[in-house]
């Protein structure tokens, strides 16, 4: 085991277990037919790129797919997000999105909050490692504006 | 000290001696020893032309080209002396064929908005290669769509050599401009410039160089490649941020219409009307960057004192190491050019399994400094069908254990994503 004692820092901080798991082998990758959302989510910065499909039923989602291409950061995010989505009601997703983006910034989040976001806390080890921030919210901040338009039809 | 008149002395080229010229490199980074690797993002300053600025400003401090006194006198004298190292750096015919710029970026830019704009009609074609950075390809792209003209491609192979036989039938007689990165800040590849002037000039065409990267690492000489333009940046060649040179034939830049009006680029002006000052300073309106002009001279001196050749000798021998050993990892793949001879000292990598910012983040907690992304080269890097690479790009102060710790640091890597 190398990692934090290795002359690799506060890597671990960052590359916590269970987002190594997620990159490792990332949740819902199958294709979605007939999405209701279907979004396209990339970072012109490092050209990292993910593909969102969301099918909504009775206002929560019944399916979940995404797949993409990014870094380990980006990729356990898209992970985390796809498990965390399926059977929530928009509403639900939207103040989840939400709790995310404060989660990110260093922001206070509530104990409630916390609970539904459960392994995905493990992202706020990103708010040391500034420039790996937007690395985290990009499929987020994209099916935050997605699920926005979808409400909005 | 600055001696901003002293002519080039020379120095052994002593990489030990170098790096205790280099204050930053002192630093730690993540605790552990800096090695800086993003040379090709913008070099480090040694303490001599970090001393120039200070120098200017404790001790000349002033406008140019406008004061009786004595401060304003030794400024001028200071800001033209280093407009004529970097003249004779580059082995230009006259010095008032250097014109300062902010950047590469400004004198791409420049050409583009004057000589472009007054030579470039509908039906006309610019020609550039395929592995250009953004700042060679979008001025072009814009004056093509405002023009109405063509902009073409010049073709590599998977090494990133370019297709010279392939150019002939793609720079035709309807070819304004040839425009070219003299060494890929991706790929490394040197390009034949010579040939593409030949080839331009055949057919009444004018060649660009973008020297950005070639300018700071090998002995550059715009007589000799035959160019029309070259331009360069001096963060890149141990200069200051802020400073750039557009150097052009006389004829041309003499007949180019003006980039920018206002003071200094006059001669005189009425009520009415206005004529155009001369070279350079028709093309320096305002004060210009005095500070950073002379101690871009400063940088200039202390390449000069090396010698480009040795510059280069020692950048090829550590490129020719750092592929062997990058390559000997076995699952690491380089862009560009496979023979190290063929290309500068700039790798750009990508490993089997670990994505670029993974890798740069971790190579960052052991404090070595390397670049990951697009390198403002989307087209080129999405031709590699990947979104970004990792590069290491070399200078006058690496070693070869530096490039054996960037070798060790992406094995920690790998062991740290495979426990
Ligand atoms: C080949 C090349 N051209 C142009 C540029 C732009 O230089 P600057 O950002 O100093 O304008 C760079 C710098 O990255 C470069 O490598």
Known sequence: ?153 | MSDSTSTARSRVFDVDAIRADFPILKRKVNGQDLVYLDNAASSQKPSHVIQSLVDYYEQTNSNVHRGVHTLSIEATDAYEMARTKVATFINAPRSEEVIWTRNTSESLNLVAATWAEANVAEGDNIVITAMEHHSNIVPWQQLAFKKGAELRYLSHNDDGVIDLAGAGSVIDSRTKLVSATHMSNVLGTINPIAELAAMAHEVGAVILVDAAQSVPHMPVDVQALDADFLCFSAHKMLGPTGIGVLWGRYELLDAMPPYMFGGDMILEVTYEDANWNDLPYKFEAGTPNIADAIATGAAVDYLSELGMDNVWKHEQELTAYAMEQILSMGNVKVLGPQDPALRGGVISFIHDTIHPHDLGTALDQQGIAIRTGHHCAMPLVRSFDVVAAARASFYIYNTKSEVDALVNGISETEGYFSR
Not at chain 1, 53 to 58: A, H, T
Not at chain 1, 60 to 72: D, E, F, K, L, P
């Open chain 1, 1 to 153: 085991m190398t990692g934090g004692m290795s002359g690799l820092g506060d890597m671990d901080e960052l590359y916590e277990a269970i987002i190594l798991d997620h990159y490792r082998s990332p949740r819902n990758t199958a294709t979605v037919e007939e999405p209701d959302i279907d979004l396209e989510v990339n970072n012109p910065f490092c050209g990292d790129e993910f593909h969102i499909q969301l099918k909504v039923d009775d206002d929560s989602v019944s399916q979940v797919g995404i797949t993409g291409r990014g870094c380990a950061i980006s990729q356990a995010s898209a992970s985390l997000l796809a498990e965390l989505v399926k059977g929530k009601s928009a509403s639900e997703v939207e103040s989840a999105v939400d709790a995310v983006r404060r989660l990110l910034k260093g922001e206070e989040i509530t104990h409630a909050e916390a609970d539904i976001l459960g392994d995905i806390e493990a992202l706020g080890g990103v708010r040391k490692f500034p420039v790996r921030i937007k690395c985290a919210l990009l499929s987020w901040v994209g099916l935050g504006d997605a699920l926005q338009d979808h409400l909005a039809k």
